[in-house]
């Protein structure tokens, strides 16, 4: 299936310091493109992909599982270390807790984790439904486009594939026993009037990684998508200057050019 118009993938080669962007559960590129576009306009590498059965349709989403989606992240975190002294990586919702994986997972190799409103369970009695009600009704109502920002729209699908969401519960699951091993620095970001994500799912990441150097911003004016919302340029710029404390070569002279 053709990638819908505004839905693909972003990529900018900048200097050597490099940030890895992960869109949410149903969304796409494009609740992230205006954050990659601001980093990579200040001189960064920026890498923004497309996550497998995203970006189409939800039929395609069906057919895909958190394996999928870590995947290609990971695979694009390997391709930025190639060109890259130092990476970051952030996220939107799910993406954030991709992002947080990746922390555990690679080590040193990630310097810094930025996250806006990151997602850690799926919840209601509908979860405990999901391993049966899968094989019973194929979809349920979207999530996309909570946003409190009149006019701005988020382009994700318009029903949530119930066996990906039974694989987000367990990839969810598994992270949670590896929040410990992550030890980088952490911006955190969220909105306190979230409809997507509850407050609580931020403070149990907050309450098990491992990280020492830690931030927590409220993002007052938004919703779920802050990233599309009223605080979207503080994210930018918050995001920004903790890159910038942790690789100080941003924004210096001759880095911003090529490194």
């Avoid at 050597?16 to 992960?22: F, I, T, Y």
């Avoid at 911006?187 to 997507?196: A, F």
């Amino acid at each position: 299936m053709p990638v819908l118009p505004g839905a693909e993938p972003f990529r900018h080669e900048g200097g050597e310091v490099g940030v890895l962007l992960c869109h949410g559960f149903t969304g796409s590129p494009q609740s992230l493109l205006p954050w990659g576009r601001y980093l990579a306009g200040r001189g960064l590498t920026v890498s923004l992909p497309l996550l497998p059965g995203h970006g189409t349709r939800w039929e395609d989403m069906q057919l895909t599982g958190w394996p999928d989606w870590y995947a290609e992240v990971d695979r694009e975190l390997r391709v930025l270390r190639e060109s890259c002294t130092r990476l970051f990586v952030a996220g939107l919702s799910m993406g954030g807790a991709l992002a947080l994986r990746l922390a555990a997972r690679h080590g040193d190799a990630v310097a810094g984790v930025v996250v806006v409103n990151p997602a850690h369970k799926v919840h209601g009695l509908s979860a405990y439904a999901l391993p049966v009600a899968r094989h019973l009704v194929r979809t349920t109502k979207g999530i996309a486009s909570d946003i409190a920002l009149e006019g701005a729209a988020e382009l994700g699908y318009d029903r949530v594939p119930l066996h990906a969401a039974h694989s987000l519960r367990n990839f969810f699951r598994m992270l949670d026993g590896e929040l410990p091993q992550v030890t980088q620095p952490l911006l955190l970001l969220r909105s306190p009037q979230d409809h997507v994500v509850p407050p609580v799912d931020s403070a149990r990441i907050l309450g098990r990684i491992s990280s020492t150097d830690v931030t927590e911003v409220l993002l007052e004016h938004s919703y779920h998508v802050a990233t599309l919302d009223h605080d979207a340029d503080r994210i930018f710029e918050e995001s920004y200057a903790f890159i910038g404390r942790l690789a100080p070569s941003v924004g210096k002279e001759g880095t911003t050019a090529g490194g």
